[in-house]
């Protein structure tokens, strides 16, 4: 009834309708009573065509008919031509329903059933489409069909993009044309056909085709669309590349017994302090991939051995595929010096999500100092307690500079295999920057401005191995402020590139990131301890990213931002110490990422509005704790379920248990109240000191 | 060379639907404020009149649809009890009777029926439902691919995969056999643009997108889809008529006031349990509820509202502009200040400006809504219309048991709808209540 108008109904109408009804109820106990009796005569087959053409909807009469057609197929005394016209038959009762409604599910559903016997001509079916897309360019039943169609009968993808073509020349705003097409040439791409075999020539005609239509009409959306897609094609590489790593190629790594090692020889940056017995390597890729193990990653060295690594997926799901793997190495507990050598993807298996094959493997080496320890742990610990105020800080720098800069050189991490852009995707890059450059010199666009922003953030990244800098990340910022004004609509999406573009700006380059590196004393012992702090307070962040040049992070602090999420954040595994003082985290369930950071032991996430919102939206996921695999996770535990506290708390539960924290800040949260903070003592014993106060 | 045509006809389409609605806008906005008032005012008596009438008469003229009386009941009885109304015992009985008898074997249908048998709540309602036959069924249905068939020999669809997901939570007889490898087909449509289409392929589109979602989400694999990209698709899919479109470059169409603003729903409450990837805006809310697109029916549909709109920000608002300045300029920013001045939560969409495409240009004064201005009123629309409405009204807010602010509802506070649950589109205390019974027993 979509569009069909409907007027109150005259007299004659309704008496109409009720004999309209009246016949139809009649013709359908008729098809049914041959169908329950597998009647399949000419008179009862006419009967269903007749039902369908009024009813197009009526499945079982579909169903009746496939019925009907394997019966006859079946008979001994059918001959090919016999079959065809018979088929023939079945398509014209299918497109007398299509002519009666167009968009009938049941009806496109057994023209295909049809069409798979394979005994029909392919060109009346695209001369039948042809008509219905001319009725509707968009109806997406018919492109489905039409996809179908082709795909069944060997149709050419070529044949087919120029149908689009076609399409497009007649309509540019027809979305469905520019979609079809994408998906013609990813099918191209990856069967290599002939004149598809490297992107690098088709993608710049790709470009001036869709230029015709965004600067016929720049407001057009159509197009942007598919402007985005090619973009994307030109970005990425198909096969998963190593982006980073901790420890990264050429590090010295200190592993050493306590926080406070300063004048000691080690550096701040890679000297880590392990209360574990075990330190991490991590793997970041440039896409999630799968298949990361001891078998397509090898790790020598002379301390452990390599078939006993465990690599684990860091993500928020239970997928098994991540951007970021870590494993764990077992730390011997005499003194030690070795080289732990990593070759990654050297035997096959590492694989992206959409399908491709890690296919540049890589080396990278590093240095363990192991430093004799006392292993006394629980002494050590219980006196530190660290509060991340600013008098606690000083900026990095002023002393020893010289060794604090070399030691900071060895975090620039340019494994060698990451600069693989070929030239014709920055070209490309460069060419379309020129022309949005163009665009916007013509008319005020927001898609452009949006667009030329991605540019130029696409081309940086490309070309930063070489350039070593982000040269355009000021006018980036400058467009994303100025998008935050025009189109106040869609600020806090403009906000987020803001966020995600100035983090990239401050990590490009040694001289910004130093600028947010802060030493941290203790107010009590003045003394200078532990390993360098990276700020980045005030920023009014409201999305965290650049994760991958950040890995050898210790001490964070993220307070004072606009941060809704930290999620990545799990990809910094070294993290001991981080405060989300002052953001805007909602709930608990938001610190998910926190679960997989097993060094974490000083966390401050207070005022924020954990609590603010009386209802958690998780109950929607799931719906109490015993139901979902969340839930049944925590069931297996005993104590939760006898515990009522914890069963109402059981959120709290499912985030705190797994970590491994000493102290925690949470005042100024709605939901810190003296209960809640007894709840969180109990699910976590090894807790000593909540809100500054210690625990007994 | 052959060239592009600067005026195609998608975009004259587009053009005089936006004349349509800026004359609507300019008119009201001309209006002193004690007609403006009238004109935003959700005619309650109407609409529930129009529904009791389609109710009772499910008459002769609806026969096509004979397939889809459980949709129609649907559309019927979820509009009304949103208006917080409620049927004649006698005809909910008959309904009951009605429903319960249909045993349709299609999904689609199924939903439709499980939905209404929900909605009318009470021992008699919800004990008609047989649980093993339909858990049975819906093993039935289910694809080795993993996906579902609408019906037996029928296609495998996102739509197909909702409303087994859906009432198979819905009754508490979800297991792990039915979820199996749902997760991988509705993966496999989420396209580049970032919304999901009905099957592996096609174009994103907003019933799809949010049956996928819902999908996801009812069995905890949401991480997997691209919500970032997914977010980022729906955002724009909200035009300067204030309405949505269903698809790129369409027109705009009341009725993906759901199937869009359900998606806000839904991303508003993943938001604060996961957080949005991509945007981490300030996070739509609303307690819409989504409903599946899945009619099967000749008219079913919502399958394509055409929508048209400026998505990317941008598209034609230079048109408008012209046209209207005033009006266009005003929705956004008493929008914009609203959300201002609340508690940091800013919704993704722009709720004041969907509330007054529904109520200036979806809803026809003598009952009934519509798609859009120049078509005429139906059921499926006002059903979608309403449960978008409803989704609208809280948007800013985030708890469901408390009532919204008057500045969050467009129009006179009286207009204010029913809460539903996004996920299954009932609403919330009729759901609230077959969880406890299904639960229970």
């Given at each position: 009834?979509?569009?069909?108008?409907?007027?109150?109904?005259?007299?004659?109408?309704?008496?109409?309708?009720?004999?309209?009804?009246?016949?139809?109820?009649?013709?359908?106990?008729?098809?049914?009573?041959?169908?329950?009796?597998?009647?399949?005569?000419?008179?009862?087959?006419?009967?269903?065509?007749?039902?369908?053409?009024?009813?197009?909807?009526?499945?079982?009469?579909?169903?009746?008919?496939?019925?009907?057609?394997?019966?006859?197929?079946?008979?001994?005394?059918?001959?090919?031509?016999?079959?065809?016209?018979?088929?023939?038959?079945?398509?014209?009762?299918?497109?007398?329903?299509?002519?009666?409604?167009?968009?009938?599910?049941?009806?496109?559903?057994?023209?295909?059933?049809?069409?798979?016997?394979?005994?029909?001509?392919?060109?009346?079916?695209?001369?039948?489409?042809?008509?219905?897309?001319?009725?509707?360019?968009?109806?997406?039943?018919?492109?489905?069909?039409?996809?179908?169609?082709?795909?069944?009968?060997?149709?050419?993808?070529?044949?087919?993009?120029?149908?689009?073509?076609?399409?497009?020349?007649?309509?540019?705003?027809?979305?469905?044309?520019?979609?079809?097409?994408?998906?013609?040439?990813?099918?191209?791409?990856?069967?290599?056909?002939?004149?598809?075999?490297?992107?690098?020539?088709?993608?710049?005609?790709?470009?001036?085709?869709?230029?015709?239509?965004?600067?016929?009409?720049?407001?057009?959306?159509?197009?942007?669309?598919?402007?985005?897609?090619?973009?994307?094609?030109?970005?990425?590489?198909?096969?998963?590349?190593?982006?980073s790593s901790w420890p990264g190629h050429g590090y010295d790594v200190f592993l050493v017994e306590d926080r406070c090692y300063n004048g000691s020889a080690f550096s701040p940056f890679t000297a880590l302090h392990s209360?574990?017995?075990s330190f991490p390597i991590v793997l970041?890729?440039?896409?999630?991939?799968?298949?990361?193990?001891?078998?397509?990653?090898?790790v020598e060295c002379g301390f452990n051995?390599?078939?006993?690594?465990?690599?684990?997926?860091?993500?928020?799901?239970?997928?098994?595929?991540?951007?970021?793997?870590?494993a764990h190495l077992k730390i011997p507990?005499s003194d030690l010096l070795s080289t732990v050598e990593v070759s990654?993807?050297?035997?096959?298996?590492?694989?992206?999500?959409?399908?491709?094959?890690?296919?540049?493997?890589?080396m990278f080496s590093f240095k363990v100092h192991v430093q004799p320890m006392?292993?006394?742990?629980?002494?050590?610990?219980?006196?530190?307690?660290?509060?991340?105020?600013?008098?606690?800080?000083?900026?990095y720098?002023?002393?020893s500079e010289e060794s604090i800069i070399n030691s900071f050189n060895q975090l620039s991490i340019k494994n060698g295999?990451?600069?693989?852009?070929?030239?014709?995707?920055?070209?490309?890059?460069?060419?379309?920057?020129?022309?949005?450059?163009?665009?916007?010199?013509?008319?005020?666009?927001?898609?452009?401005?949006?667009?030329?922003?991605?540019?130029?953030?696409?081309?940086?990244?490309?070309?930063?191995?070489?350039?070593?800098?982000?040269?355009?990340?000021?006018?980036?910022?400058?467009?994303?402020?100025?998008?935050?004004?025009?189109?106040?609509?869609?600020?806090?999406?403009?906000?987020?590139?803001?966020?995600?573009?100035?983090?990239?700006?401050?990590?490009?380059?040694k001289?910004?990131l130093l600028?947010?590196c802060?030493q941290?004393?203790?107010?009590?012992?003045?003394?200078?301890?532990g390993p360098i702090?990276l700020?980045?307070?005030?920023?009014?962040?409201?999305?965290?990213?650049?994760?991958?040049k950040l890995l050898w992070v210790q001490m964070?602090?993220?307070?004072?931002?606009?941060?809704?999420?930290?999620?990545?954040?799990?990809?910094?595994q070294l993290?001991s110490?981080?405060?989300?003082?002052?953001?805007?985290?909602?709930?608990?369930?938001?610190?998910?990422?926190?679960?997989?950071?097993?060094l974490?032991?000083?966390?401050?996430?207070?005022?924020?509005?954990?609590?603010?919102?009386?209802?958690?939206?998780?109950?929607?996921?799931?719906?109490?704790?015993?139901?979902?695999?969340?839930?049944?996770?925590?069931?297996?535990?005993?104590?939760?379920?006898?515990?009522?506290?914890?069963?109402?708390?059981?959120?709290?539960?499912?985030?705190?248990?797994?970590?491994?924290?000493?102290?925690?800040?949470?005042?100024?949260?709605?939901?810190?109240?003296?209960?809640?903070?007894?709840?969180?003592?109990?699910?976590?014993?090894?807790?000593?000191?909540?809100?500054?106060?210690?625990?007994? | 060379?052959?060239?592009?045509?600067?005026?195609?006809?998608?975009?004259?389409?587009?053009?005089?639907?936006?004349?349509?609605?800026?004359?609507?806008?300019?008119?009201?906005?001309?209006?002193?404020?004690?007609?403006?008032?009238?004109?935003?005012?959700?005619?309650?008596?109407?609409?529930?009149?129009?529904?009791?009438?389609?109710?009772?008469?499910?008459?002769?003229?609806?026969?096509?649809?004979?397939?889809?009386?459980?949709?129609?009941?649907?559309?019927?009885?979820?509009?009304?009890?949103?208006?917080?109304?409620?049927?004649?015992?006698?005809?909910?009985?008959?309904?009951?009777?009605?429903?319960?008898?249909?045993?349709?074997?299609?999904?689609?249908?199924?939903?439709?029926?499980?939905?209404?048998?929900?909605?009318?709540?009470?021992?008699?309602?919800?004990?008609?439902?047989?649980?093993?036959?339909?858990?049975?069924?819906?093993?039935?249905?289910?694809?080795?691919?993993?996906?579902?068939?609408?019906?037996?020999?029928?296609?495998?669809?996102?739509?197909?995969?909702?409303?087994?997901?859906?009432?198979?939570?819905?009754?508490?007889?979800?297991?792990?056999?039915?979820?199996?490898?749902?997760?991988?087909?509705?993966?496999?449509?989420?396209?580049?643009?970032?919304?999901?289409?009905?099957?592996?392929?096609?174009?994103?589109?907003?019933?799809?997108?949010?049956?996928?979602?819902?999908?996801?989400?009812?069995?905890?694999?949401?991480?997997?889809?691209?919500?970032?990209?997914?977010?980022?698709?729906?955002?724009?899919?909200?035009?300067?008529?204030?309405?949505?479109?269903?698809?790129?470059?369409?027109?705009?169409?009341?009725?993906?006031?759901?199937?869009?603003?359900?998606?806000?729903?839904?991303?508003?409450?993943?938001?604060?349990?996961?957080?949005?990837?991509?945007?981490?805006?300030?996070?739509?809310?609303?307690?819409?509820?989504?409903?599946?697109?899945?009619?099967?029916?000749?008219?079913?549909?919502?399958?394509?509202?055409?929508?048209?709109?400026?998505?990317?920000?941008?598209?034609?608002?230079?048109?408008?502009?012209?046209?209207?300045?005033?009006?266009?300029?005003?929705?956004?920013?008493?929008?914009?200040?609203?959300?201002?001045?609340?508690?940091?939560?800013?919704?993704?969409?722009?709720?004041?400006?969907?509330?007054?495409?529904?109520?200036?240009?979806?809803?026809?004064?003598?009952?009934?809504?519509?798609?859009?201005?120049?078509?005429?009123?139906?059921?499926?629309?006002?059903?979608?219309?309403?449960?978008?409405?409803?989704?609208?009204?809280?948007?800013?807010?985030?708890?469901?048991?408390?009532?919204?602010?008057?500045?969050?509802?467009?129009?006179?506070?009286?207009?204010?709808?029913?809460?539903?649950?996004?996920?299954?589109?009932?609403?919330?205390?009729?759901?609230?209540?077959?969880?406890?019974?299904?639960?229970?027993?």
């Open positions: 009834m979509h569009g069909r108008p409907r007027k109150a109904p005259k007299p004659e109408e309704e008496a109409a309708s009720v004999a309209k009804a009246q016949k139809l109820h009649a013709l359908q106990t008729q098809f049914f009573s041959f169908h329950h009796n597998k009647i399949y005569t000419k008179e009862a087959v006419e009967l269903s065509a007749k039902l369908l053409e009024i009813n197009p909807e009526s499945y079982t009469a579909w169903n009746y008919r496939k019925l009907a057609v394997e019966h006859y197929l079946s008979q001994p005394d059918c001959n090919p031509d016999w079959i065809k016209s018979f088929l023939d038959d079945e398509l014209r009762v299918v497109e007398n329903a299509l002519r009666q409604n167009f968009k009938s599910y049941g009806a496109w559903h057994h023209r295909k059933w049809v069409i798979s016997k394979g005994h029909s001509s392919i060109d009346n079916e695209l001369r039948l489409l042809d008509k219905f897309q001319k009725a509707d360019s968009r109806n997406f039943h018919a492109w489905n069909y039409r996809r179908f169609v082709a795909e069944s009968m060997k149709r050419s993808e070529q044949d087919e993009l120029k149908y689009t073509e076609d399409m497009i020349y007649k309509n540019f705003s027809n979305y469905s044309a520019w979609h079809n097409r994408s998906v013609l040439l990813s099918a191209l791409f990856e069967k290599k056909a002939e004149g598809f075999l490297s992107k690098e020539k088709v993608l710049p005609e790709e470009y001036e085709f869709i230029h015709q239509a965004i600067f016929t009409d720049p407001d057009d959306q159509s197009g942007w669309f598919y402007h985005l897609w090619l973009l994307d094609q030109t970005v990425t590489t198909d096969s998963p590349l190593l982006a209360d574990s017995g970041y890729f440039n896409q999630p991939v799968g298949g990361v193990s001891s078998s397509t990653v090898t051995k390599n078939e006993d690594l465990l690599w684990k997926p860091l993500s928020a799901s239970n997928s098994q595929t991540a951007r970021v793997w870590v507990s990654v993807g050297h035997s096959k298996g590492i694989i992206s999500t959409r399908g491709f094959e890690y296919s540049h493997p890589s006392e292993r006394d742990f629980s002494q050590v610990s219980v006196a530190e307690s660290i509060s991340l105020r600013e008098e606690n800080f000083k900026i720098g002023s002393q295999h990451e600069s693989t852009a070929s030239n014709w995707r920055s070209e490309a890059l460069a060419k379309e920057i020129e022309c949005f450059r163009e665009l916007l010199s013509l008319m005020d666009c927001k898609i452009g401005k949006l667009t030329l922003a991605r540019l130029l953030m696409a081309y940086d990244v490309m070309s930063y191995p070489f350039a070593n800098k982000l040269v355009h990340s000021e006018e980036v910022l400058e467009l994303c402020s100025d998008l935050m004004k025009l189109d106040p609509t869609h600020y806090q999406y403009y906000k987020d590139e803001h966020s995600m573009v100035l983090l990239q700006k401050v990590t490009s380059s001289e910004s600028q947010h802060f941290y004393k203790d107010s009590v012992s003045s003394a200078i301890c702090c700020r980045l307070n005030n920023l009014s962040l409201s999305r965290m990213g650049a994760f991958e964070l602090d993220l307070s004072h931002n606009e941060l809704q999420s930290i999620e990545g954040l799990e990809a910094m993290l110490c981080l405060s989300l003082r002052n953001n805007k985290l909602r709930s608990l369930t938001a610190l998910e990422p926190l679960r997989k950071l097993k974490l032991r000083v966390l401050d996430i207070s005022y924020n509005q954990i609590g603010d919102h009386s209802i958690d939206t998780t109950r929607y996921l799931c719906s109490s704790p015993l139901s979902h695999s969340v839930g049944s996770e925590s069931n297996k535990d005993e104590t939760v379920t006898s515990d009522v506290a914890l069963i109402d708390n059981w959120e709290a539960f499912y985030i705190f248990k797994d970590f491994n924290l000493n102290q925690l800040e949470i005042v100024g949260n709605t939901i810190a109240d003296e209960k809640f903070k007894s709840v969180l003592v109990k699910i976590m014993p090894k807790l000593k000191q909540l809100d500054g106060k210690l625990l007994g | 060379m052959e060239s592009f045509r600067s005026l195609t006809v998608t975009q004259r389409d587009q053009i005089l639907v936006e004349q349509q609605v800026f004359d609507i806008f300019k008119t009201f906005y001309n209006l002193p404020p004690s007609s403006q008032s009238f004109m935003l005012e959700l005619q309650r008596e109407n609409h529930v009149e129009y529904l009791t009438k389609g109710l009772t008469g499910l008459g002769p003229s609806f026969c096509v649809l004979d397939a889809n009386r459980p949709w129609i009941c649907y559309w019927i009885l979820h509009s009304i009890a949103l208006l917080d109304e409620f049927v004649d015992p006698e005809l909910e009985d008959n309904t009951i009777d009605f429903l319960s008898r249909c045993q349709m074997p299609h999904l689609a249908t199924t939903y439709a029926a499980v939905n209404s048998l929900v909605t009318l709540g009470g021992e008699k309602a919800l004990s008609s439902i047989n649980r093993e036959k339909l858990y049975m069924f819906l093993r039935q249905m289910k694809d080795a691919s993993g996906g579902f068939r609408m019906h037996d020999g029928g296609e495998i669809d996102v739509r197909a995969c909702y409303t087994a997901i859906s009432v198979a939570s819905l009754l508490n007889i979800l297991d792990d056999e039915l979820v199996q490898n749902v997760g991988n087909y509705i993966l496999s449509c989420q396209t580049y643009e970032g919304g999901i289409s009905g099957e592996p392929g096609s174009e994103a589109h907003g019933g799809y997108t949010f049956c996928g979602l819902a999908t996801m989400i009812l069995i905890n694999e949401v991480d997997s889809l691209d919500l970032s990209g997914l977010t980022d698709w729906v955002v724009f899919r909200q035009g300067v008529e204030g309405g949505f479109q269903g698809r790129t470059n369409k027109l705009v169409d009341g009725c993906y006031s759901f199937w869009q603003g359900g998606i806000f729903a839904l991303l508003k409450r993943l938001n604060s349990t996961k957080e949005v990837k991509p945007i981490p805006l300030g996070d739509g809310e609303g307690s819409g509820e989504e409903s599946p697109q899945t009619t099967t029916s000749s008219d079913a549909a919502g399958e394509e509202g055409l929508n048209g709109d400026l998505s990317l920000g941008g598209s034609h608002s230079e048109i408008g502009d012209q046209h209207n300045t005033s009006s266009q300029d005003n929705v956004i920013d008493i929008d914009h200040n609203h959300s201002k001045g609340h508690a940091n939560v800013e919704p993704l969409f722009n709720s004041l400006a969907l509330q007054q495409y529904i109520l200036l240009c979806s809803q026809e004064l003598n009952g009934g809504l519509r798609d859009k201005p120049g078509k005429s009123r139906d059921h499926y629309h006002t059903c979608y219309c309403l449960s978008g409405l409803s989704v609208c009204q809280r948007s800013w807010l985030e708890d469901e048991d408390s009532p919204p602010l008057p500045r969050a509802v467009l129009g006179p506070y009286s207009n204010l709808l029913e809460p539903i649950h996004p996920l299954y589109n009932v609403v919330l205390d009729r759901y609230r209540e077959a969880y406890e019974f299904f639960t229970k027993s």
